[in-house]
DNA sequence: TAAAAATCGAACAATGTGTTTTATATCGAA
DNA sequence: TTCGATATAAAACACATTGTTCGATTTTTA
């Protein structure tokens, strides 16, 4: 990637987290994200097509660094089956979550924490979908797996827009203890 | 209230329900709710100062038929403690939800879905606040009740957007059985 | 019937969006 | 280093949407 490109990519990236850490998101225009970030106009939307799609990238990339990050922990228990091997992951996903916690605060504070709690819960859904085997629920699978990947969405939302005294073990265990079915 | 306003508030009512079936809630303008309600420009906004607060108002109006109507099954079981009253209760909640699944699957399917979600939470927050001496699980207790209101209001979501081919009675008990902590 | 209130409809300023164009500056490869 | 390719800057532009205003008209209520 060119140096100009990605300097400007990471203006724009740093601009929108500072804007969103005082202001709502709806109420955020881009002109404001370009005077930030100090660039111009066609500068922006060269790079991004929408406010929208801006907010897609980050989280996206946000994403990439929490989900194919190597997981060191779990090398050791990759094939520890059940619930334990679970906590672990979501522990070292909350881990790696944790290191994003500033633009993630800015991210989770107004509306477009819900387009973030989306595009989170479909990695999500992928993740949990191979741990189903070990839950037994007499509720339908569908419902199940909306319950834990929500449920898990909402617990990483309720950390980090906290306080986040509790350490990332802490807050799987919170986790593990009120959807143990 | 003026039978006019009344009759200019629900029409606005109707055209917004009908714009949110096939149209996402940002990408509805005034200007189309407007033309579907066929009123005037100036009365919309004699209405509503904006559309944010449109949808407010139809979730309000929702919100108050659902938790203030009648509760005639409860009558019989007001006094009776722990999860079974709460069971009832949510029963209860759902069946009245039903009568507006036509509103709902509007305001739900797009991004209107998050705001709804917020107001629906706060009205959840306060009955669950009564109940929750009933529970006991070794999670902080605002965790606690962030994810027994989140996971309703899920459920909540989960059936009024799918094929809701379960009875109110149905959804409660696959809640209680999800959160059974 | 008459005053009060709600609606209509048109015009308006203000704001934000996304595109286009031209000139300039920077990059990467030969 | 040189040169073509590419990214950026800056300004102008058409366009859509918002929210307000005002006078005329209709409907309600007393």
Known sequence: MDRRQKKTRDAIFQAFSKLLEKKRYEHITVQEIIDEADIGRSTFYAHFETKDELLRSMCTDIFHHVFTEDLPQEADHAYSAGSKSLELKLGHILYHLKEHHRDLKGILSSESGALFMRYFKEYLQDLF??????????????????????SFAETVKWWITGKMECTPEEVAGFYMAVIAV
Request: charged share 15%; no cysteine.
């Open 129 to 150: 979908g191979r741990y189903m085997a070990d839950f037994h629920a007499n509720v339908p699978a569908d419902y199940l797996l909306n319950h834990l990947v929500g």
